[in-house]
């Protein structure tokens, strides 16, 4: 008994894999005999990578082309399916593209995805995924009810990513063919926005602000004191909402979790929407002015005050000492 | 054009939710409000209508019960009318489910575009609006920060995680909306009054011939096996700023080597 095999959709960058793909990959070594991933582009670059955190195979659908991977991808999980070749279980990262290839995935092969995981555990044959609600006070585990595709998406951070030392992960090219109307959008252009210092959910610091800040040029000082920590800006969702940042800034259940070293939460009153993406930071700095802010319950180091006056001296001492 | 803004109506996020101990699923017998994430699409929906100069945007819900307060609030803001399906097979109802019966509801009038937000304030799975471009074989974009349509196509800024993609959809198609990227409108007290005499059509699921045995409780094929409280973080020092609370954020950054 156990889970046979688990397929790990493929995210990368640039810079070779992401972290959420190889935090998936040395989860899923622990609960299946068998760990492959399954990819858009150039495998051949990361398979190296891939091996070391445990997949032995890697399957790829080729270059995009400008296509999104959402269904091309979920078209070869599909298809290896049908063929007897495919998965118990498909672990995806919740991100932009994670999300598009789940849901497509779910509708094609009509199985329920679970979400927001942010554990797994193997039970018998089948994989439960553990879920926080009421903003990270409960956890809830759930279990599909029936055989088939198990479809997980999986909140980054979650597990930490480590090698296992496998050797680099053979090569195949899945060719899925003509989808038509469903593959129509075509990506035209890439932008990206400067960012000088590291991604959010990378940082050792990060600096997040809230609508107690007051206006939307008042963020600019939590870009400023990220800046002198080298750390990343983060928002709560009313900052989003209310339009001063994008939601690639959001921390929190709708958005992202981030678990930094110190984690310095300005004005923000500490909304259960919030606490899901923060709480698991390593030391928690709170600035608010009011003192039964739900925050200080979970500080290490709180301070009751005005961020318009405490900021600004941060500011300043942090710039004096050069 | 025509547009479909999908919505929900969700427990006011500002009351503190909590399970039935029994079925295991949020309690929802409390009053139900737009969620704010769908506000964001509806004043998209309309903008895109007014630049295009013809036609309308048309909302589509789905909740067990007939509750219309929500999506009373979003057609007050300008949206025509409303097709609402009830049915109480629908209680339970999982992503998928939702998908389901949303697109089939919206399969009925043909629309040149489908807006929804990127995720449900109280879900929050973000699976549906690609689920429902799946089931009805429509392209979909998601997370849109901004969408221009002409000739039959809509361009869209997609929020990547470096900066954004500038992508091409032919119409029809289905586009998710990120929060913060337009303003939504408050309703007018005009549009306030004019919503209480909108068309709002109410569906079952044998109306859209749907099976209830593939929706609902029976439809998820999920089940709960355990509820835990998680592990509590305790607080630590609080203290008010006299002026010099600044240093003892330095000092404790300091002890942390993080600067």
Same mark, same amino acid.
């Given at each position: 008994m156990g889970i046979s095999k688990i397929w790990v959709y493929g995210e990368t960058t640039a810079a070779g894999a992401t972290a959420g793909t190889l935090e998936l990959l040395t989860k899923a070594r622990t609960l299946a005999d068998s760990v492959e991933v399954i990819m858009a582009g150039d495998a051949s670059a990361v398979a190296g990578e891939l091996g070391a955190h445990g997949a032995t195979a890697v399957y790829t659908i080729g270059d @995009?082309?400008?296509?999104?991977?959402g269904g091309r991808v979920a078209t070869a999980i599909a298809g290896a399916m049908e063929a007897g070749n495919g998965p118990d279980v498909l672990l995806a990262a919740t991100s932009y593209d994670g999300r598009d290839v789940a849901g497509r995935l779910s509708a094609k092969v009509d199985r329920p995805v679970l979400t927001n995981v942010i554990d797994l555990v193997a039970d018998g044959d089948r994989l439960l995924g553990s879920t926080p609600v009421f903003g990270g006070s409960t956890d809830v585990v759930t279990g599909f009810t029936d055989a088939g595709l198990a479809i997980f998406l999986v909140r980054p951070k979650s597990f930490t990513a480590e090698e296992s030392g496998g050797a680099p992960a053979a090569v195949s090219e899945i060719n899925v063919g003509e989808l038509g109307d469903t593959d129509?959008?075509?990506?035209k252009d890439r932008f990206v926005e400067e960012?000088?210092?590291?991604?959010l959910d990378e940082a050792a610091v990060v600096v997040s602000g809230d609508r =107690? @800040? %007051?206006? #939307?040029?008042?963020?600019e000082m939590i870009e400023t004191l990220a800046k002198l920590v080298r750390g990343a800006p983060g928002a709560s969702r009313a900052v989003v909402d209310a339009g001063w940042?994008?939601?690639?800034?959001q921390v929190g259940q709708t958005g992202k979790v981030v678990k930094p070293t110190v984690y310095i939460a300005c004005g923000?009153? =500490?909304a259960t929407q919030h606490l899901v993406g923060m709480k698991g930071s390593a030391n928690i700095v709170a600035i608010n002015?009011?003192?039964?802010?739900?925050?200080f319950g979970i500080a290490d180091l709180g301070i009751v005050g005005d961020v318009h006056k405490v900021l600004p001296k941060l500011i300043e001492a942090l710039q004096a000492r050069g | 054009m025509n547009v479909v803004v999908c919505v929900k109506q969700i427990p006011d996020p500002a009351d503190t939710g909590s399970l039935?101990?029994?079925?295991?699923?949020?309690?929802?017998?409390v009053k139900l409000i737009l969620d704010e994430s769908d506000s964001y699409g509806v004043e998209m929906g309309l903008q895109l209508v007014d630049a295009a100069g013809s036609g309308e945007v048309t909302l589509v819900s789905m909740a067990p019960? #007939?509750?219309?307060g929500g999506i009373r609030t979003a057609l007050a803001m300008g949206a025509e009318s409303a097709v609402l399906v009830s049915d109480?097979? @629908?209680? =339970?109802?999982d992503a998928l489910s939702t998908a389901k019966v949303l697109a089939a509801a919206i399969a009925r009038s043909e629309p040149d575009l489908i807006l929804t937000a990127t995720?449900?304030?109280?879900?929050?799975? %973000?699976t549906v609006p690609v689920q429902i471009a799946e089931l009805m074989g429509l392209p979909a974009v998601t997370f849109g920060k901004e969408i221009e349509v002409a000739d039959g196509v809509a361009t869209v800024r997609r929020q990547t995680e470096a900066g954004y993609d500038q992508v091409e959809c032919p119409l029809p198609a289905v586009v998710s909306v990120t929060a913060g990227v337009v303003e939504p409108r408050y309703p007018s007290f005009k549009g306030i009054m004019a919503a209480k005499n909108k068309t709002v059509i109410e569906l079952d699921l044998a109306g859209l011939g749907?099976?209830?045995?593939?929706?609902g409780w029976a439809g998820a094929r999920q089940e709960i096996t355990t509820i835990a409280e998680a592990p509590v973080r305790e607080a630590g020092e609080v203290i008010v700023d006299e002026g010099d609370a600044h240093e003892r954020i330095l000092a404790f950054l300091d002890d942390l080597k993080v600067l």
């Amino acid at each position: 008994m156990g889970i046979s095999k688990i397929w790990v959709y493929g995210e990368t960058t640039a810079a070779g894999a992401t972290a959420g793909t190889l935090e998936l990959l040395t989860k899923a070594r622990t609960l299946a005999d068998s760990v492959e991933v399954i990819m858009a582009g150039d495998a051949s670059a990361v398979a190296g990578e891939l091996g070391a955190h445990g997949a032995t195979a890697v399957y790829t659908i080729g270059d @995009l082309a400008g296509a999104l991977p959402g269904g091309r991808v979920a078209t070869a999980i599909a298809g290896a399916m049908e063929a007897g070749n495919g998965p118990d279980v498909l672990l995806a990262a919740t991100s932009y593209d994670g999300r598009d290839v789940a849901g497509r995935l779910s509708a094609k092969v009509d199985r329920p995805v679970l979400t927001n995981v942010i554990d797994l555990v193997a039970d018998g044959d089948r994989l439960l995924g553990s879920t926080p609600v009421f903003g990270g006070s409960t956890d809830v585990v759930t279990g599909f009810t029936d055989a088939g595709l198990a479809i997980f998406l999986v909140r980054p951070k979650s597990f930490t990513a480590e090698e296992s030392g496998g050797a680099p992960a053979a090569v195949s090219e899945i060719n899925v063919g003509e989808l038509g109307d469903t593959d129509a959008a075509v990506v035209k252009d890439r932008f990206v926005e400067e960012m000088s210092g590291p991604k959010l959910d990378e940082a050792a610091v990060v600096v997040s602000g809230d609508r =107690g @800040l %007051g206006e #939307a040029d008042n963020y600019e000082m939590i870009e400023t004191l990220a800046k002198l920590v080298r750390g990343a800006p983060g928002a709560s969702r009313a900052v989003v909402d209310a339009g001063w940042v994008p939601y690639s800034y959001q921390v929190g259940q709708t958005g992202k979790v981030v678990k930094p070293t110190v984690y310095i939460a300005c004005g923000i009153s =500490g909304a259960t929407q919030h606490l899901v993406g923060m709480k698991g930071s390593a030391n928690i700095v709170a600035i608010n002015k009011d003192e039964e802010a739900p925050i200080f319950g979970i500080a290490d180091l709180g301070i009751v005050g005005d961020v318009h006056k405490v900021l600004p001296k941060l500011i300043e001492a942090l710039q004096a000492r050069g | 054009m025509n547009v479909v803004v999908c919505v929900k109506q969700i427990p006011d996020p500002a009351d503190t939710g909590s399970l039935d101990p029994v079925t295991k699923t949020l309690k929802r017998d409390v009053k139900l409000i737009l969620d704010e994430s769908d506000s964001y699409g509806v004043e998209m929906g309309l903008q895109l209508v007014d630049a295009a100069g013809s036609g309308e945007v048309t909302l589509v819900s789905m909740a067990p019960n #007939a509750e219309v307060g929500g999506i009373r609030t979003a057609l007050a803001m300008g949206a025509e009318s409303a097709v609402l399906v009830s049915d109480e097979a @629908l209680a =339970g109802s999982d992503a998928l489910s939702t998908a389901k019966v949303l697109a089939a509801a919206i399969a009925r009038s043909e629309p040149d575009l489908i807006l929804t937000a990127t995720e449900s304030s109280d879900g929050y799975t %973000g699976t549906v609006p690609v689920q429902i471009a799946e089931l009805m074989g429509l392209p979909a974009v998601t997370f849109g920060k901004e969408i221009e349509v002409a000739d039959g196509v809509a361009t869209v800024r997609r929020q990547t995680e470096a900066g954004y993609d500038q992508v091409e959809c032919p119409l029809p198609a289905v586009v998710s909306v990120t929060a913060g990227v337009v303003e939504p409108r408050y309703p007018s007290f005009k549009g306030i009054m004019a919503a209480k005499n909108k068309t709002v059509i109410e569906l079952d699921l044998a109306g859209l011939g749907i099976d209830p045995a593939t929706v609902g409780w029976a439809g998820a094929r999920q089940e709960i096996t355990t509820i835990a409280e998680a592990p509590v973080r305790e607080a630590g020092e609080v203290i008010v700023d006299e002026g010099d609370a600044h240093e003892r954020i330095l000092a404790f950054l300091d002890d942390l080597k993080v600067l």
